[in-house]
């Protein structure tokens, strides 16, 4: 097998059905019928540029063929519709040859960008579609602040709730410094059970976090120490107000054992 058409080979064919329909175009103003040597020249390049097509294999065209009922009553020219059929026909292969051109276009450039780092964590198919991270029904996603008192009242009560219930979890306790910090902190919160925003300070991380989840309508436990100010409307059942780490952890597996009944 020979090498592939590429761009430019395609782009010189597209410039020659591109002359060949302005020639049938200068004709037929001109002229009131389409003579059989005319018709033929015009018949013998688009062929031969479909031979070539075909040959590459890249692209299938059809070949245009005259039969007896394109032929006027002398015979001695082309009927008028059948000429109008050999024109949408090269019009139609300009379009077809333009897209391809196109796509090779896109190609290249990707392939001049290299990989992106983010694709290690959206990993894709033979096919080149992206593969969703597998569900992890018994992870849960747990956003925190960084700082003593959050790590505390994580090792002291959130976990210790998780770990009653049987689920381990992925823990979101780091500014996102980058991309590739953020496409990870969304194929684990999409992955993920449920997701638990700890949003006492309100830092950054966390409120990214809560608004994913909340975005992609993540089941989303809020937790917050006693003596802030709530977030208003997000002060419902899944909003955990604590003082220490005993009763966060005691309200939190009230909670997750209801979640996993239901």
Request: aromatic residues 8%; glycine residues 6%.
């Given at each position: 097998?020979g090498?592939a ?13 591109n ?6 175009s200068?004709y ?5 019928y ?8 015009w ?14 294999k890249?692209?299938?065209v059809?070949?245009?063929k ?13 009927k008028?519709?059948s ?5 949408k ?11 391809k051109?196109?796509?090779l276009?896109l ?8 990989k ?10 033979s ?5 969703e ?10 956003a925190?602040?960084a ?8 090792w ?32 684990e919160?999409?992955?993920c059970?449920l ?38 409307a997000l ?7 604590y003082s ?9 597996n009230?909670?997750?054992?209801q979640?996993?009944?239901?």
């Open positions: 097998m090498k058409m590429d761009i430019t080979e395609f782009t010189q064919l597209v410039d020659e059905f002359y060949l329909l302005a020639r049938t200068k037929l103003k001109n002229n009131q389409v003579y059989l040597r005319a018709f033929a020249s018949l013998d390049c688009y062929n031969q540029a479909a031979e070539r097509l075909n040959s590459d890249t692209i299938r059809p070949v245009f005259l039969t007896p009922v394109d032929y006027s009553p002398s015979g001695k020219s082309i008028q519709e000429v109008a059929k050999f024109v026909t090269v019009s139609h292969q300009v379009g077809r040859l333009e897209d051109i196109n796509e276009k190609d290249a450039a990707g392939k001049l960008a290299g992106s780092p983010l694709e290690r964590f959206f990993h894709r198919g096919d080149g579609a992206p593969i991270p597998p569900a992890a029904d018994k992870r849960v996603f747990v925190m602040p700082g003593e008192t959050a790590s505390n009242s994580f002291q009560g959130i976990q210790p709730a998780l770990e009653t219930q049987g689920l381990s979890f992925f823990l979101a306790d780091r500014p996102v410094s980058d991309d590739a910090a953020l496409c990870e902190l969304c194929q919160l999409h992955s059970r997701a638990i925003c700890n949003i006492s300070g309100q830092a950054a991380n966390v409120m990214l976090a809560l608004g994913l989840a909340y975005g992609t309508g993540k089941s989303t436990i809020i937790l917050q120490q006693q003596d802030e100010v709530t977030l208003g002060a419902n059942n899944g909003y955990v107000r220490g780490s005993a009763e966060l952890k005691t309200a939190l009230s909670i997750l054992a979640h996993l009944k239901n």
